[in-house]
């Protein structure tokens, strides 16, 4: 295609909300299953880049106080050179990017460049945090107006300057100051200087609507030596006004049972969303970093051997929720029609594995009462009269031989397929550096897979600093085993070995 007649790609400016996953809309969503390349800032939820497809290219723009990954030029001309590329973008900004995002400096920039954009707000900090704090923004008997400000002027000499001396002077009203955690002391004596009573009362919020959100309150004069005593950081924000004193009747988010806890969750993250999201109603923050990944392969010669099978005994048997997810699909693909699986019986390890089939309207007809595999092959092979049967043993290739050994020895035929790979995902330096900057509180292992490529993306003194304090959560025998084996104590194990099960354990070992 020549220059000339490349399509143009769109741009979307994308809020991305305060930082709880939860709060993002549903057309970002869309649009970010949608679109060819993600542009991200640094305080976008690490959720919703974890569980972008394979497929999409990530670019990391993101800004901290003073540092820059990329200068804001360098992020309009990147903009517009992959829209002119012809890729579908997603700029994803913290917050709303209408609302201190820039969000309206980067339309401009792509107005003047021909690059058609559009504008999908996020929920914006300023309403979010003060609800997650339980402080309302307005209340008909406090508060009849609300005042954003940013606390953080921009370094441009056309930069209107905030009327503080205004400021100081309204009442009946809520302030909400942005990005003011360096100035609050100037900003405060500025505020009092102009005539607002010192003993109205304030508070700051930091990692609003994380479960590692603070909250501190205090009259106004009495502010800024609250944030140096407490160590308040950036993102952090101001509320002003008589709402703040609601907060002690409002508070909810701190009132849950994982609030606080850092969770790390090592499962791939197409398999993990509902996990994610029970950790987070229970008030976790969720670190969304699998350390293995799996992707389709097709096996055309197992295929063909299994559409030759006549025999009039056949079972199915799977042992993972991705062998359910993967044969299935290649079932519509190979053989096309559903009512063919009518043929077989159907085995399942595990309650995971079974309800996989269950959301597939299929329904398992054998699942042993210990889920591991060579529990699985040893009941099946006892309870089970398997001769002249023919077993479809659906598998991924890091499954080892103890389902085929085992069940061949009952004069069966097993008729192995591997329809998925499983292979470790490297993380990244900026990953690293999170876990290392604020450690897990909780370490969930999923599988020995998870916990062999945990191992092999850190070296021994950045494991033993991972796991120094935090509570090591598996889910059952085989997986605690590979984990001891890296020298990682396990805290706790799942009973019957569920994902459900791991969660209740976890928040029975918290509470205690």
């Not at 559903?338 to 959301?359: P, Q």
């Not at 990682?488 to 070992?509: F, K, N, Q, R, W």
Request: aromatic share 6%; net charge negative.
């Amino acid at each position: 295609m020549s220059e000339s007649s490349k399509k143009t790609g769109t741009v979307f400016l994308v809020g991305a909300g305060p930082g709880d996953p939860d709060l993002f809309t549903v057309k970002g969503t869309r649009l970010l299953e949608q679109c060819d390349v993600v542009v991200c800032d640094n305080l976008v939820p690490d959720e919703l880049i974890a569980t972008l497809p394979a497929e999409t290219e990530r670019l990391y723009v993101g800004k901290k106080a003073n540092r820059h990954s990329l200068p804001q030029d360098q992020i309009n001309a990147l903009l517009v050179k992959l829209a002119s590329d012809g890729k579908t973008v997603v700029r994803l900004k913290g917050g709303d990017p209408f609302v201190f995002g820039r969000g309206g400096e980067e339309a401009q920039y792509l107005r003047e460049h021909g690059i058609p954009f559009e504008i999908v707000p996020g929920v914006t900090s300023g309403v979010a945090a003060p609800a997650y704090a339980g402080i309302p923004c307005t209340d008909r008997r406090k508060a009849s107006l609300i005042t954003f400000v940013t606390g953080h002027r921009a370094a441009t000499e056309d930069s209107p300057e905030v009327p503080w001396e205004w400021l100081g002077k309204t009442r009946s009203g809520t302030l909400v100051l942005y990005m003011g955690v360096a100035e609050i002391e100037s900003i405060v004596n500025k505020l009092l200087d102009s005539g607002m009573a010192p003993d109205t009362p304030a508070a700051a919020i930091e990692r609003g609507t994380l479960p590692s959100q603070r909250v501190i309150s205090a009259q106004l004069s009495e502010l800024p030596t609250k944030v140096t005593e407490c160590k308040i950081r950036p993102p952090a924000l101001f509320v002003i006004g008589e709402t703040v004193t609601l907060q002690e009747t409002l508070h909810w988010f701190e009132d849950k049972p994982l609030f606080g806890k850092r969770v790390l969750v090592t499962r791939p993250a197409d398999q993990a969303q509902s996990l994610y999201q029970s950790l987070r109603n229970l008030g976790a923050e969720v670190l969304p970093f699998p350390t293995i990944a799996t992707k389709p392969t097709l096996n055309e010669a197992a295929w063909k051997a299994l559409r030759n099978i006549t025999a009039d005994k056949r079972w199915l048997v799977f042992t993972s929720e991705n062998g359910v997810r993967y044969f299935l699909n290649q079932w519509l693909d190979q053989v096309g029609d559903v009512r063919g699986l009518a043929a077989y019986s159907i085995a399942a390890v595990g309650a995971g594995t079974a309800r996989a089939l269950k959301e597939r309207s299929l329904t398992a007809d054998f699942i042993p009462t210990k889920a591991t595999t060579a529990a699985f092959a040893k009941q099946m092979s006892k309870q089970l009269e398997l001769s002249d049967t023919t077993i479809v043993r659906v598998r991924g290739n890091l499954a080892d031989m103890t389902v085929e050994d085992t069940l061949s020895r009952t004069g069966a035929e097993v008729v192995p397929i591997e329809t998925y790979e499983t292979y470790p995902v490297v993380w990244t330096d900026e990953i690293k550096k999170k876990l290392s900057a604020s450690p897990p509180d909780v370490v969930l292992f999923t599988s020995g897979s998870t916990v062999n490529a945990l191992a092999s993306n850190l070296t021994e003194e950045e494991r033993q600093k991972l796991f120094a304090k935090a509570t090591v959560v598996s889910i059952g025998p085989s997986t605690s085993e590979v984990i001891r084996s890296h020298g990682i104590p396990v805290t706790l194990e799942a009973g019957p070995h569920t994902i459900p099960d791991m969660i209740s354990e976890l928040v029975a070992y918290v509470q205690s």
